[in-house]
Every structure is written in structure tokens, then in C-alpha cells.
């Protein structure tokens, strides 16, 4: 799987419609279909409307369409994030947690359903994508050592990309197959939000 590093790409106000979908993950409907989300540090007029945070998040798909907002509670080594969709309602949780040199990141969407985990050593290269039963699923690696390219590994096949985006607003895009699970999706985006924190850590 191939994916650029778009700068052209335009981050509109502009907010996706939302698939009239029905399954085991409510309010995820949005990101059903999609292969690709963008996850960029901008404020949104509905932050406004939101509870106190210390970090604004916007999330577009690939199209450069609102999908949800996004606001994170802490900054240093345990965070919370929480996205909400245009109707203000929450749609996915994410929270991490950080013992001596092991990150661990929980993802859950609406109505406290866990949907799974991202697990990180500081000594490793390597993050683990676990699933809601604790497996891990995928394995996300550094493509070169000096570069912020990340490949998505599935049984050694590369599945997708997370990578640091070119543009206007410090951003980090993750791709993977569409006919992913939307669970496991909403988990990748919780690896990008871990991946991204880390990078401006560094």
C-alpha cells in the first residue's frame, strides 16, 4: 500500500455526511468505509461548545471532510482524549497510560464498548495492535530510522501506513484496507494519537 505525503491536500470546514450504517460500534459510521483518516491539531468552532481541554484535534477523512473533533486532557506521559461527531455526541474514548518505559493506549467507542489496545516500549521501534480479546493483530514499525513512516504489518504483509503529514497544521495520516473492521480502525486512530504525541516529545 502506497500513500503520499499530500501538501495540496485542502483541510475544508466542511463536514462529511454521515452513513446511515448500523452495527455493533454506534456512532462510527463515519469512518465505515473510509481507508484513509487525517488527524490534525486545529481548533474547530465546536470546540467551543465542548468541555475544558488542553489540546484541540480535528479529524478529516481523505477527502479533507470533517469527521469528528477531538480534545485531549493532559500532555505529558497520560493523556485522555475524547472525539465527538458533528452532534456533539461522544463517539470514541482514548486514554493512555505510561509505566516506567512501557506506553499502553486503550481505545474504547460509544457506551464503553473496548474495541483494543496499542502497546509501546521505548526501547522498541515497534508498537503492538492488540484486538478487544488482547491479541495483537497488527505490529506498526518505522520504514526508515530517520523518517516519520510507519508500516502496518498483518502476519509480515504491509496493511497500511501511519505517517507524519506535510501542510498547514501539524498532522499524522494512517491508511489501511477499507474492509477493515470499524472496531480496529477506531484503534488505529488511537496509534496515530500515541505515535504523534511521542513525535513531539522527541
Known amino acids: 500500500m502506497t500513500l503520499s505525503r499530500n501538501s495540496s491536500l485542502q483541510l475544508t470546514e466542511t463536514w462529511m455526511s454521515c452513513p446511515n450504517n448500523v452495527f455493533e460500534f454506534p456512532g462510527l459510521a463515519y469512518i465505515y468505509s473510509l481507508n484513509q483518516l487525517i488527524v490534525a491539531k486545529k481548533l474547530d468552532k465546536l470546540h467551543q461548545l465542548i468541555e475544558k481541554h488542553d489540546v484541540s484535534y480535528t479529524i478529516y ?39 516506567c518505559f512501557l506506553s499502553k493506549v486503550y481505545v474504547w467507542a460509544p457506551a464503553k464498548i473496548f474495541a483494543g489496545s496499542i502497546q509501546h516500549s521505548r526501547f522498541s521501534d515497534k508498537y503492538e495492535v492488540k484486538n478487544c480479546q488482547g491479541e495483537v493483530v497488527f ?25 507524519k503529514g506535510w501542510g498547514l497544521y501539524d498532522n499524522y495520516v494512517v491508511s489501511f484496507s477499507p474492509n477493515l473492521g470499524v472496531g480496529m480502525k477506531a484503534v488505529m486512530l488511537g496509534a496515530c494519537f500515541l505515535m504523534m504525541q511521542q513525535c513531539c516529545l522527541k
Do not use: R, W
Open 61 to 99: 477523512n481523505n477527502l479533507g471532510e470533517k469527521i469528528f473533533i477531538g480534545v485531549q486532557k493532559n500532555q505529558a506521559s497520560q493523556f485522555q482524549i475524547k472525539l465527538y461527531n458533528l452532534y456533539g455526541n461522544e463517539v470514541v474514548q482514548i486514554t493512555k497510560y505510561c509505566k
Open 139 to 163: 505490529l506498526i514499525k518505522k520504514l526508515y530510522p530517520h523518517d516519520t513512516i510507519y508500516t502496518v504489518l498483518s502476519g509480515g504483509e504491509e496493511i497500511g501506513v501511519v505517517m
